[in-house]
C-alpha cells in the first residue's frame, strides 16, 4: 500500500473550543485523514462553528452527556470508533481536544504506515490491578461525580434497589488498566465491536464501573488474539508527576523541554514514538508551539492563506 493511500480516522473526545483544539484540527486535516469529534452532551455546540463547515471534519450527534470517570467516556467513545466503520481507514487514534502533535504530520503519517505494515497496536497496559483498581469494576458505582441534584437522587435510589456488588465481573476476563488514549487498526477496532455483539455481559459489567476508560478497551486486548501485536505504550505523551487525579497541563514555558524529551526519546527508542501530548493549556501560545514543535517558519505559514 503506497503512503497517499493511507488512511487515518483521529477520534477527539472534548468538551470546549479553545485555540489549542483549533490547532489540532489544523494539523490533522490533510489528505488521507479524517477527524470526528465528539462534543460533551453537557457543552454548547454553538461554540464550535467554526470547524463545523470544514471538509473531512465530522460532528457526532446525537451526543453523549460525558462525566469524569464514568461509563459513559466508553459510550461515546465506541460511538466514535463506529463511525470510522466501512470507511476504508487502516487506523484509528483517540485523542482528546486539548491534545497536540509533538512532530510535523507528515513525519506522524510516516510512523502509523509503517507500523501498518508490522500490524502494530498501540495501547498502555498494566495487569497489576490493586485491589481498589478491580473495586472500580467489581463494585457498582452509581453517578459517583454527583453533579446535579437529579443524579443524586437516582445515585441514592438505586443504592437503595440495586447490588453493589456487580453481578457481571466475574464474568469478564481478568482486568487490564492503561492510558485511555489509545491507536488501533481496522482490525482491532471490528474485533472490539464484534466481541461485544456476542459477549453483551462485557458491556453490562462496566455499565456501573469507575475508571472504565483506562479498563474497558485494555482488557479487550490482552485478552485477544491482537495482544502479541500490541507495542504496549501510548502515543500520547501525559506527565503524572503532579500530585492528585489529573495530569500536568503544559504551557508555552514547556515546549522547549517537550522537544528536547521527543528528541531524547527517537534517539533512545527509534522503533517507538511518542506522537503528540496533552493536555495543553488554553493560553498556549500556538506560534511559538509551531515554531519550537512543528519547526514552521511563520512568515511562511502566514503566507499560507489555506492555514
Known amino acids: 500500500m503506497t503512503a497517499h493511500k493511507f488512511r487515518i480516522a483521529f477520534c477527539i473526545l472534548c468538551h470546549k473550543y479553545t485555540p489549542v483544539l483549533e490547532e489540532l484540527i489544523r494539523i ?7 477527524i470526528f469529534i465528539h462534543v460533551d452532551g453537557k457543552s454548547r455546540i454553538q461554540d464550535f462553528a467554526p470547524l463545523r463547515d470544514r471538509t473531512g471534519v465530522h460532528f457526532l450527534e446525537p451526543r453523549t452527556k460525558v462525566y469524569w470517570a464514568g461509563f459513559s467516556m466508553v459510550e461515546s467513545t465506541l460511538r466514535l470508533f463506529a463511525e470510522t466503520q466501512n470507511k476504508n481507514f487502516h487506523y484509528i487514534v483517540l485523542i482528546s481536544g486539548d ?57 441514592t435510589a438505586m443504592k437503595c434497589f440495586m447490588r453493589s456488588v456487580n453481578p457481571y465481573f466475574n ?3 481478568p482486568l ?37 476508560d483506562e479498563i474497558f478497551f485494555q482488557t479487550l486486548l490482552c485478552n485477544s488474539p491482537f495482544a502479541d501485536r500490541n507495542a504496549d505504550y501510548s502515543l500520547v505523551y501525559t506527565d503524572w508527576s503532579c500530585p492528585g487525579a489529573h495530569p500536568k497541563t503544559f504551557t508555552t514555558d514547556d515546549l522547549y523541554p517537550l522537544s528536547e524529551f ?5 534517539r533512545e527508542n527509534p522503533q517507538s514514538a511518542t506522537l503528540f501530548a496533552r493536555k495543553f493549556d488554553d493560553a498556549l501560545d500556538i506560534a511559538r508551539y509551531r515554531t519550537i514543535i512543528l519547526g514552521e517558519l511563520q512568515n511562511q505559514h502566514n503566507q499560507n492563506p489555506a492555514n
Open 28 to 34: 490533522l486535516n490533510v489528505p488521507g485523514n479524517e
Open 99 to 155: 491534545t497536540l502533535p509533538l512532530c510535523p504530520i507528515s513525519e506522524l503519517r510516516t510512523f502509523l504506515h509503517t507500523a501498518y505494515a508490522e500490524k502494530r497496536e498501540f495501547i498502555s497496559t498494566n495487569p497489576a490491578i490493586t485491589f481498589d483498581e478491580a473495586n472500580w469494576v467489581r463494585l457498582r458505582h452509581f453517578f459517583s461525580d454527583k453533579s446535579t441534584f437529579m443524579r443524586r437522587v437516582k445515585r
Open 176 to 212: 487490564q488498566k492503561g492510558s485511555q488514549w489509545i491507536a488501533i487498526t481496522h482490525r482491532l477496532r471490528d474485533y472490539f465491536f464484534d466481541y461485544l455483539q456476542t459477549n453483551p455481559d462485557y458491556l453490562q459489567a462496566f455499565k456501573y464501573s469507575h475508571g472504565a
Open 171 to 173: 464474568r469478564i476476563p
Open 262 to 266: 521527543d528528541s531524547q526519546n527517537r
